[in-house]
């Protein structure tokens, strides 16, 4: 399978902490997504990074990419109790590869 | 301005029936996908298509087949379900800035 993985595959929080989760892939890519899965509902997509960045922020969103290691990984500071979701990082050009995803949950 | 839809939202068939799931997108988007998502597996992608008349195998096309007739429509068949096609189908439409958008996703149960 060319899926990509994430780690941790669940993560328990507590309001007001961060959290950062994990990506893996395989093949060559021109920019990775990160996207949020609410339960049972369509993927909203984050953020986007380019292979020729290193870092890129939005809102408390904070993510970083290694082509050398072929990893990323995505901070969300502050979390809140709306926060609670499924994160998929998607990689590849025209088409993609997606995770396998990290169930957060974020305790009020 | 609907973004992307799917329709039907449930379906229920059974081993050996056809059907199929239709995708529309109102943002004149030129890339179309068609997903499967089971538990534990993130999402897999089936076919997809570059533009209007185009479609081209993804991951796991087997079983499945796509024509993209219209530039809004991105059609999903199934030919004879089998009891391991049950499982949530997410269409998604890319524009020239790269983020995808997904629709609400298709339920399919195969008994």
């Known amino acids: 399978s060319q899926q990509g993985e994430e780690d941790p595959q669940a993560l328990s929080i507590q309001e007001g902490e961060n959290a950062t989760m994990n990506c893996s892939y395989k093949?060559?890519?021109?920019?990775l997504q990160w996207y949020r899965q609410n339960s049972g509902r369509g993927l909203v997509h984050l953020i986007l990074i380019r292979s020729n960045e290193r870092e890129k922020h939005s809102g408390r969103l904070r993510v970083t990419l290694d082509t050398s290691k072929k990893s990323s990984s995505l901070l969300i500071t502050a979390s809140r109790a709306a926060d609670t979701a499924s994160y998929f990082c998607?990689?590849?050009?025209?088409?993609?590869?997606f995770g396998t995803g990290t169930r957060l949950k974020v305790l009020a | 301005n609907a973004g992307v839809t799917q329709t039907p939202k449930f379906r229920v068939l059974k081993t050996g029936q056809s059907m199929t799931l239709l995708c529309a997108q109102d943002m004149n988007h030129e890339y179309m996908y068609w997903y499967r998502q089971d538990p534990g597996m993130g999402l897999r992608l089936i076919h997809y298509?570059?533009?209007?008349?185009?479609?081209a195998k993804g991951e796991v096309p087997d079983g499945y087949n796509v024509s993209r007739l219209k530039k809004q429509n991105f059609l999903l068949g199934l030919e004879s379900a089998a009891p391991s096609q049950t499982s949530v189908y997410f269409c998604?439409?890319?524009?020239?800035?790269?983020?995808?958008?997904f629709g609400p996703g298709t339920r399919l149960l195969v008994l």
């Open positions: 298509s570059v533009g209007e008349g185009t479609t």
């Open positions: 998607a990689s590849g050009t025209y088409k993609y590869i």
């Open positions: 998604a439409s890319r524009g020239s800035l790269e983020t995808q958008y």
């Open positions: 093949t060559s890519i021109n920019n």
